[in-house]
């Protein structure tokens, strides 16, 4: 982030929400750069000290590493209005909130906790969080209930997937399993009224959703695991709110990946 100073100043500042002071760490350049490989939500507190040491107003900045959120959010735009108060939220390329903005009135009449209560809410990257103590807590859901209104339109009916145990996860696949485990996959969806349908196979071909063939799901699925060879399971579904006359979304979960059983003749 760039910071903006007066000339003869020196700019300090704390990174554990405390307010800086004369020993605090030195902003040596005009900007300063935050890191994190884990999502972190961290309050940072700025201030200038002039050649006297006085100290300037203390500038408080939320950075926000985020969590992915409970819902798959489709890229775009998206606005609702909910008792006058209308917001307005960005979804980037990679599915994370990345602007969410209130009409300007509203803008003014929240001034006092509106920027902390936006940063949880990308923090979570959900409106569905604790209010903050310290201010009046009626306006605090009056701007979530917008801000989540909002949020509701990009959620996308693509099928969301865990499994349980997570053995050896990378980007490519899950396990590896031993032969006789049974992992247990989840799926889920966060739009309203839609069902979900689900196919198991060894290819990793994609399967077209077909309600004659596919499984509709009532609950987690145990996957099972049939060639003592070792290989992969594939977990394919799709969501529908018309019964499979018509398929909103679809999507496959990372393989699911074994071990071969190994048989070891006995010396005689």
Not at 119 to 136: G, K, N
Not at 215 to 232: A, Q
Request: charged share 25%; proline share 3%.
């Amino acid at each position: 982030m760039n910071i903006d100073k007066a000339e003869n100043t020196t700019v300090r500042y704390t990174e554990d929400g405390t307010d800086p002071d004369a020993s605090s760490t030195k902003a040596e350049t005009n900007s300063v750069s935050f890191y994190s490989n884990t999502p972190e939500f961290k309050e940072v507190r700025f201030a200038a000290f002039d050649e006297e040491g006085n100290r300037s107003k203390v500038v408080t900045v939320w950075c926000c590493f985020m969590k992915k959120g409970p819902a798959v959010l489709e890229r775009g735009s998206y606005s609702a209005e909910v008792d006058g108060i209308t917001a307005s939220v960005d979804v980037n390329y990679s599915g994370y909130i990345s602007s969410i903005q209130l009409d300007e009135a509203s803008q003014e009449k929240y001034s006092e906790f509106l920027t902390e209560l936006l940063a949880h809410v990308y923090y979570e990257q959900s409106a569905d969080i604790e209010t903050l103590s310290q201010y009046e807590e009626e306006g605090q859901k009056e701007v979530l209930s917008a801000v989540g209104a909002a949020i509701k339109k990009a959620i996308s009916a693509t099928p969301v997937f865990t499994v349980d145990p997570v053995k050896g996860t990378s980007s490519t696949r899950y396990g590896t399993y031993e032969f006789e485990e049974k992992p247990v996959a989840t799926i889920s969806c966060l739009v309203e009224g839609t069902e979900i349908y689900y196919y198991i196979t060894d290819t990793s071909s994609t399967v077209k959703p077909d309600k004659d063939t596919w499984t509709k799901y009532e609950g987690p699925v145990s996957v099972l695991f049939d060639n003592e060879k070792g290989g992969s399971k594939y977990l394919w579904a799709a969501t529908t709110t018309d019964d499979g006359e018509n398929w909103l979304k679809s999507a496959g979960m990372q393989p699911l990946m074994q071990t071969a059983i190994i048989s070891q003749q006995e010396k005689m």
